[in-house]
C-alpha cells in the first residue's frame, strides 16, 4: 500500500490526535455492544473491566505484541461460551475460570511458536463456518435486545429494519473516516431517535448489585473447561487471521515474530480477563479497513486510544452514561455487526473457492443448522441434557465447530 505512515512511524502530534479519534471511535462502541452479557445489576462495573482489559490489551500490543495497529475487542467466539453457560446455570466463578485456563492454552501456543504447525486443521471451510456459527449463535441474544420493552415493539421491529438498511446503505457509499464511523453514527442517532419516541431517561444507569474487582475464587468444571476449548479454537483462528491480514497489507516485516508475541500477549491478558470475571479480548479484523481508508498504519494514534480506553474504566460515570444506550439500538447494531460477519464469510468462501460441489456445502450447513437448533431450542430440552456433556452439546457455536471439524477431516473429507 501507498501508506502516509508507516507501523513504526510516527505522525505529527495534530495527525495522531486525530488518528487517535477515530480509532477510539470504533473501539468505543465495540466494548459497549458486548456490555448486554454482564450479571443483572453490575452492567457498569462489567462494562470498566471490558473498558480496562481491552485497553491494556492494544496498549501492550502496540509496545511489546505484535505492533501493528489492531483494535482489540471482546472475542465474538468467548462471548456465545459465556452466554451457553450462563444459560446453563453456571457460576461466574466456573465460567471465567474456564477464560483463564483458555487463556493459558494461548499464551502457550504462542510462547512455543507452534502457531504454524497447528494452521492445517483450519482449512478454509472451517474459517467459514466458524464466522457462520458465531452470527448465528448471536442471533438469539439479538432478538432479546432488540424486543427488550414490550411496550415498544413496534418501534423496535421498524428501528431494526430500517437501522440496519441505513447503516449498510451508509457503510456501502462512504469513504474514508465516515464509513470507518458508521456504527459510531448509528448508536449516537439511534439513542437520541429512540429517545425521541420514548422518552428520555431522567437519571445515568448505576448498577444495583455490589461487583468486586477480582472473581473470587476459582472453579473447574470439565465440560465447561472443554467448551471453552472449543470457543478458543476460534480465537485462535481470529487472531493469527487479523495479524496475517494487516501484516500482509502494510507489508510488515518479521511475521513469524509477530504472530508468536501478539498471541502471547492475547492469551495472557486473557488470563487477566478471567481473573478479573469479565470476557476475553482478541484482534479485531476491521482494522485492515481503517488502514486502507486513512494510509495510516502507524501503531503510535493506537497507544494514545489505548491510555483513553484503560483511564475510562476508571471513570464510572462516563461508562454509565455509555450504558444509557437503548437496548434495541445495541441490537440494531450488533445485527448490523453479525450480517457483516456472515457476508465476511461469504466472501472467505468465494475468494478461497472453498464450495465446488455439494459435500463441501454439506460441510458447512450441517453444523450451521445444528447450531440454529439448539441456540432456539427451549430451555427445558437443554436441562434434559446430562449436566456432564450439557456445556458441549447444550452451546449451539461448540457443537458446531466440533461437527464441521469431524465432517471436514474425517466423515467427509477429500479422498485425494
Known sequence: MNLKYGTDERPPKGATLLYALQWLLIAIPVVITSSFIAPEGQAVAYTQKMFGVMGATML????????????????????????????????DETVYTSVMAGGV????????????????????????????????????????????????YLTAFAFAVVGVIAMAFANERLRGVWKTAVVSVAMIAGSLLWYAFTGFPEHIAADSVRSTVLLPRMEFDGGVLLAFLFCYIALFINEVGSVQSLGAMVG???????????MTVTGIMNIVAGSLGTIGPVDYSLSPGVVASTSCASRYPLILTAAVMTATAFCAPAVGFLMTIPSAVMGCVLLFLMATQLAAGFEVAHRTQSITEFR???????????????????????ASIPSLIRPIAGNGFVAGVIFVLLLEHLLLRDRK
Open 60 to 91: 501492550v500490543q502496540m509496545l511489546w505484541g505484535h505492533r501493528l495497529p489492531l483494535i482489540a475487542g471482546p472475542a465474538a467466539a468467548l462471548l456465545t461460551g459465556i452466554l451457553a453457560a450462563t444459560l446453563h446455570g453456571y457460576a
Open 105 to 152: 492454552l494461548i499464551a502457550l501456543l504462542g510462547a512455543f511458536g507452534v502457531t504454524g504447525r497447528l494452521m492445517f486443521l483450519f482449512t478454509p471451510r472451517i474459517t467459514v463456518s466458524i464466522l457462520l456459527l458465531i452470527s448465528f449463535t448471536i442471533a438469539k441474544p439479538i432478538v432479546g435486545l432488540i424486543f427488550s420493552d414490550p411496550e415498544h
Open 252 to 262: 510488515a516485516d518479521r511475521m513469524e515474530r509477530r504472530n508468536r508475541a501478539g
Open 360 to 382: 463441501h456445502g454439506m460441510i458447512i450447513g450441517l453444523p450451521v443448522m445444528l447450531d440454529v437448533i439448539l441456540t432456539f431450542a427451549p430451555s427445558e430440552a437443554m
